[in-house]
């Protein structure tokens, strides 16, 4: 079992005719996705890897059963693509631009809340549960990083999370399910929103956080320890210790206003409820030890 | 981005809200036409995008054409090159509110905050006294609400005509939050003056990054950056930030990049600059290290574990850069990700000692920094 994917999960995908959406359609598939067709308005009758592409969502799902929708469309055509899925009925949606406007993002989460359903990005890689399925970007053909495992992973970034992902597997560990919420500061779903599936995930026996400064994710994922609605081990790596204050570096979640946000803040609400922070990725793989989860490999 | 005071009152005024009558000047002998127009007593404001400006002594309230001169002449002549000053009538005080409009990131609202203590520094207040300041959320598929701007407005302990006033310059403000794809837009102090009206005294608007595609009336230019490699970074769309220390970083991923950040001051190092080429940039690996090379540091390190930014990609780009600019540092690489046997090819042939681990690499660079 995995969270949010796994091999039954049929997929559609929005801009599948692109250079990108063509490339990682053909290793979703590789990977063991099951994609079923996807969508580029005016490349009706085309096909992309043998799938059918259709002109609209609300077409594609009257001809095959779709659970899933993952975009690749560009920043300024997300909130409408989103809105399309929503609008079809399609309760997972994934999207991975890099650049979606703030007040896009906002109204994107509020429809997403109305229709019950759950928008992962943007500005993220994506969902994997490696060796099972994936919507997303992840070259998850590199072994010393999407190795199969029984840590669940939320982060933040992208790069950041291939750097951490390797010193978990270093230390013998692999990934159950691996979900980049984005870098964003309103992204679609946030941590602690997640939470409760890695829970109630039999294949999951601890959880990673890969943070950053700035926002409060990482606040609210230690407000769930506390409360008890999350009680399996959590490490969590922050980058941006040594950041300079009131500096933005980078991501735009990534900024701390008037002591907020800080990473100091973090590890102290993390810590206080009995999670460990790594201050080096290579340390992440040494905490799981530390909290007796046991290894893979 | 963050506008300066005068582009945000153009904003507030051009959207009906009532700002004192100033005049931009951008040299010493404008002040006289200026404050033909203004009158005395009047305020010298810079304009600088940086906070905390009355803290700073960066604007100077004047009574006589004397103080207004040599305060205009100190800063113009001040070190942080100051290069325009808002000249603007001061205004009769009753009242000060404070009062903005900016997106919870939490719940995924819009959000007005305000209170009647206004002028002072609100974070603080927020701490101290939160009772004191009021949030309305804003669902941005309806917009502001007269029946919340009204509200808003009894709560701050204002009376019925003050009220009317207040709740329509809570929904211009509005307007301009929504039309201009704001992060944060801001009043504060709001005046309330002695004949009734209701006035900006400062202003704040912060625009979107990610909504700049849709707004296209204010361009950043070279006077508002501290360096030329900051700009060029913001032409090519790089995240730069320029320090003073000796490892410049070209990495990729805000994430990776502000971790390799952490690992350099943890060995003892310092950096001289922040630089991300990863994401839709990792084909810049040549404006990249240009900028790079415009920053005085020891060494260059670069840092990558790329998925769609192939490391084969960005290793080609990066020896395409060395040939082309022949840097006159050592260049620490750690490139790893999608096709990264390739990458390392490409990088031992150009005559380069590829690293895999980011820690090593990290040490490496701090040790040639030091000289060792």
Same mark, same amino acid.
């Given at each position: 079992?995995?969270?949010?994917?796994?091999?039954?999960?049929?997929?559609?995908?929005?801009?599948?005719?692109?250079?990108?959406?063509?490339?990682?359609?053909?290793? !979703?598939?590789?990977?063991?996705?099951?994609?079923?067709?996807?969508?580029?308005?005016?490349?009706?009758?085309?096909?992309?890897?043998?799938?059918?592409?259709?002109?609209?969502?609300?077409?594609?799902?009257? !001809?095959?059963?779709?659970?899933?929708?993952?975009?690749?469309?560009?920043?300024?055509?997300?909130?409408?693509?989103?809105?399309?899925?929503?609008?079809?009925?399609?309760?997972?949606?994934?999207?991975?631009?890099?650049?979606?406007?703030?007040?896009?993002?906002?109204?994107?989460?509020?429809?997403?809340?109305?229709?019950?359903?759950?928008?992962?990005?943007?500005?993220?890689?994506?969902?994997?549960?490696?060796?099972?399925? !994936?919507?997303?970007?992840?070259?998850?053909?590199? @072994?010393?990083?999407?190795?199969?495992?029984?840590?669940?992973?939320?982060?933040?970034?992208?790069?950041?999370?291939?750097?951490?992902?390797?010193?978990?597997?270093?230390?013998?560990?692999?990934?159950?399910?691996?979900?980049?919420?984005?870098?964003?500061?309103?992204?679609?779903?946030?941590?602690?929103?997640?939470?409760?599936?890695? @829970?109630?995930?039999?294949?999951?026996?601890?959880?990673?956080?890969?943070? @950053?400064?700035?926002?409060?994710?990482?606040?609210?994922?230690?407000?769930?320890?506390?409360?008890?609605?999350?009680?399996?081990?959590?490490?969590?790596?922050?980058?941006?210790?040594?950041?300079?204050?009131?500096?933005?570096?980078?991501?735009?979640?990534?900024?701390?206003?008037?002591?907020?946000?800080?990473?100091?803040?973090?590890?102290?609400?993390?810590? @206080?409820?009995?999670?460990?922070?790594?201050?080096?990725?290579?340390?992440?793989?040494?905490?799981?030890?530390?909290?007796?989860?046991?290894?893979?490999? | 981005?963050?506008?300066?005071?005068?582009?945000?009152?153009?904003?507030?005024?051009?959207?009906?809200? $009532?700002?004192?009558? $100033?005049?931009?000047?951008?040299?010493?002998?404008?002040?006289?036409?200026?404050?033909?127009?203004?009158?005395?007593?009047?305020?010298?404001?810079? +304009?600088?995008?940086?906070?905390?400006?009355?803290?700073?002594?960066?604007?100077?309230?004047?009574?006589?054409?004397?103080?207004?001169? $040599?305060?205009?002449?100190?800063? &113009?002549?001040?070190?942080?090159?100051?290069?325009?000053?808002?000249? *603007?009538?001061?205004?009769?005080?009753?009242?000060?509110? /404070?009062?903005?409009?900016?997106?919870?990131? =939490?719940?995924?609202?819009?959000?007005?905050?305000?209170?009647?203590?206004?002028?002072?520094?609100?974070?603080?207040?927020?701490?101290? +006294? #939160?009772?004191?300041?009021?949030?309305?959320?804003?669902?941005?598929? /309806?917009?502001?609400?007269?029946?919340?701007?009204? $509200?808003?407005?009894?709560?701050?302990?204002?009376? #019925?005509? +003050?009220?009317?006033?207040?709740?329509?310059?809570?929904?211009? =403000? /509005?307007?301009?939050?929504?039309?201009?794809?704001?992060?944060?837009? *801001?009043?504060?102090?709001? &005046?309330?003056?002695?004949?009734?009206?209701?006035?900006?005294?400062?202003?704040?608007?912060?625009?979107?990054?990610?909504?700049?595609? %849709?707004?296209?009336?204010?361009?950043?230019?070279?006077?508002?950056?501290?360096?030329?490699? *900051?700009?060029?970074?913001?032409?090519?769309?790089?995240?730069?930030? +320029?320090?003073?220390?000796?490892?410049?970083?070209?990495?990729?991923?805000?994430?990776?990049?502000?971790?390799?950040?952490?690992?350099?001051?943890?060995?003892?190092?310092?950096?001289?600059?922040?630089?991300?080429?990863?994401?839709?940039?990792?084909?810049?690996?040549?404006?990249?290290?240009?900028?790079?090379?415009?920053?005085?540091?020891?060494?260059?390190?670069?840092?990558? &574990?790329?998925?769609?930014?192939?490391?084969?990609?960005?290793?080609?780009?990066?020896?395409?850069?060395?040939?082309?600019?022949?840097?006159? %540092? #050592?260049?620490?690489?750690?490139?790893?990700?999608?096709?990264?046997?390739?990458?390392?090819?490409?990088?031992?042939?150009?005559?380069?000692?590829?690293? &895999?681990?980011? *820690?090593?690499?990290?040490?490496?660079?701090?040790?040639?920094?030091?000289?060792?």
């Amino acid at each position: 079992m995995s969270i949010f994917i796994d091999q039954h999960t049929k997929v559609l995908v929005q801009g599948i005719t692109g250079s990108e959406g063509s490339f990682w359609t053909k290793h !979703m598939i590789e990977l063991g996705t099951q994609v079923l067709c996807g969508v580029t308005p005016g490349k009706e009758g085309q096909t992309v890897e043998g799938l059918p592409v259709y002109n609209t969502v609300r077409k594609a799902v009257l !001809m095959h059963d779709v659970d899933a929708s993952m975009l690749f469309v560009p920043p300024k055509l997300t909130k409408d693509a989103v809105m399309e899925a929503l609008a079809a009925g399609i309760k997972k949606i994934v999207t991975i631009a890099d650049g979606i406007p703030l007040h896009d993002m906002v109204l994107i989460r509020q429809a997403a809340k109305e229709h019950q359903a759950m928008v992962i990005g943007g500005n993220t890689t994506g969902v994997i549960s490696p060796k099972v399925a !994936m919507m997303g970007s992840f070259p998850h053909w590199i @072994e010393r990083v999407y190795k199969k495992g029984h840590v669940g992973v939320m982060t933040r970034s992208g790069s950041l999370t291939n750097e951490v992902t390797a010193m978990i597997v270093e230390a013998g560990y692999g990934v159950s399910t691996l979900i980049g919420v984005g870098g964003d500061p309103v992204p679609g779903t946030r941590f602690a929103e997640m939470l409760p599936f890695y @829970e109630n995930d039999p294949e999951t026996n601890a959880v990673v956080i890969i943070g @950053e400064l700035g926002g409060t994710m990482e606040e609210e994922v230690a407000e769930a320890i506390k409360n008890k609605t999350f009680t399996k081990p959590l490490v969590a790596f922050l980058g941006g210790r040594t950041a300079p204050k009131g500096q933005k570096m980078g991501h735009a979640g990534a900024i701390i206003t008037g002591g907020k946000g800080s990473v100091e803040d973090k590890i102290i609400a993390l810590t @206080e409820v009995g999670a460990l922070v790594a201050k080096r990725p290579r340390m992440v793989g040494k905490l799981l030890e530390t909290l007796n989860v046991p290894k893979s490999y | 981005m963050k506008l300066y005071e005068y582009q945000a009152k153009e904003v507030f005024k051009e959207a009906g809200i $009532s700002v004192p009558n $100033s005049i931009l000047i951008e040299q010493e002998n404008e002040l006289d036409k200026a404050i033909e127009i203004v009158g005395l007593p009047l305020v010298v404001k810079s +304009q600088v995008l940086s906070g905390g400006r009355g803290k700073a002594g960066l604007i100077s309230f004047v009574k006589n054409v004397e103080d207004a001169k $040599s305060h205009v002449h100190r800063l &113009f002549t001040h070190e942080l090159k100051i290069k325009k000053l808002l000249v *603007e009538q001061a205004v009769d005080i009753d009242k000060e509110i /404070y009062v903005s409009i900016t997106v919870d990131p =939490l719940n995924a609202t819009g959000l007005l905050i305000a209170s009647a203590e206004g002028g002072i520094d609100i974070e603080v207040l927020a701490v101290t +006294q #939160p009772d004191k300041i009021i949030k309305e959320p804003i669902d941005l598929r /309806y917009g502001l609400m007269s029946y919340q701007a009204i $509200s808003v407005s009894y709560e701050l302990g204002l009376n #019925p005509t +003050q009220v009317k006033e207040m709740s329509r310059l809570l929904l211009k =403000l /509005y307007d301009v939050f929504k039309k201009y794809d704001a992060e944060l837009v *801001e009043i504060n102090p709001l &005046f309330i003056t002695k004949t009734g009206e209701f006035v900006a005294g400062d202003g704040k608007l912060m625009i979107d990054d990610n909504s700049l595609f %849709r707004q296209s009336r204010y361009e950043r230019s070279l006077d508002d950056y501290k360096t030329e490699a *900051e700009y060029d970074a913001l032409l090519e769309g790089i995240p730069f930030i +320029q320090f003073d220390g000796d490892i410049g970083l070209m990495c990729a991923g805000a994430g990776l990049t502000t971790t390799v950040y952490d690992l350099i001051n943890y060995e003892g190092g310092t950096v001289a600059n922040y630089l991300e080429f990863g994401g839709p940039n990792y084909k810049k690996a040549v404006k990249a290290m240009e900028i790079c090379l415009k920053v005085p540091s020891k060494v260059i390190l670069i840092v990558t &574990f790329g998925t769609i930014a192939r490391a084969d990609v960005m290793a080609e780009g990066i020896v395409d850069a060395i040939q082309r600019l022949k840097p006159d %540092r #050592p260049i620490v690489t750690c490139i790893r990700g999608t096709n990264e046997a390739e990458a390392v090819r490409i990088l031992k042939e150009a005559g380069l000692e590829p690293l &895999f681990d980011t *820690e090593e690499a990290v040490r490496k660079a701090v040790s040639l920094a030091k000289g060792v």
